[in-house]
Nanobody, 124 residues
Framework: QVQLVESGGGLVQAGGSLRLSCAASGRPFSRYVMGWFRQAPGKEREFVAGITRSGGHTDYSDSTRGRFTISRDNAKNTVYLQMNSLKPEDTAVYYC?????????????????WGQGTQVTVSS
């Protein structure tokens, strides 16, 4: 198993930036495709970004592409989500997830392990 712990959430004004981190422990981090998801109250969990095991390929949702950047440091067992130009509609609990596979998938059910989440609130 792998344990995931997110950090870096908080309150920010619209147009601002935040950087989320997700620290992994347990099995070798480099074995996992990593994803970031978010869930707002009353809404389904949605894909934000994903990155392959080597970091060579990334994918984003239409709503985050161009504003968010996912990256990973396998030596530090950590995946990051740099969020710029934040909007009120980005407000949600953000989760990182690990998939013991080869490709980035956008559906939550492909992911095997989840963190507890970190709250991001963007004020207008």
């Amino acid at each position: 198993q792998v344990q995931l712990v997110e950090s870096g959430g908080g309150l920010v004004q619209a147009g601002g930036s935040l950087r989320l981190s997700c620290a992994a422990s347990g099995r070798p981090f480099s074995r996992y495709v990593m994803g970031w998801f978010r869930q707002a109250p009353g809404k389904e969990r949605e894909f934000v970004a994903g990155i392959t095991r080597s970091g060579g390929h990334t994918d984003y949702s239409d709503s985050t592409r161009g504003r968010f950047t996912i990256s990973r440091d396998n030596a530090k067992n950590t995946v990051y989500l740099q969020m710029n130009s934040l909007k009120p509609e980005d407000t949600a609990v953000y989760y990182c997830a690990a998939d013991n596979g080869d490709y980035v998938f956008s559906r939550p059910n492909y992911y095997d392990y989840w963190g507890q989440g970190t709250q991001v609130t963007v004020s207008s």
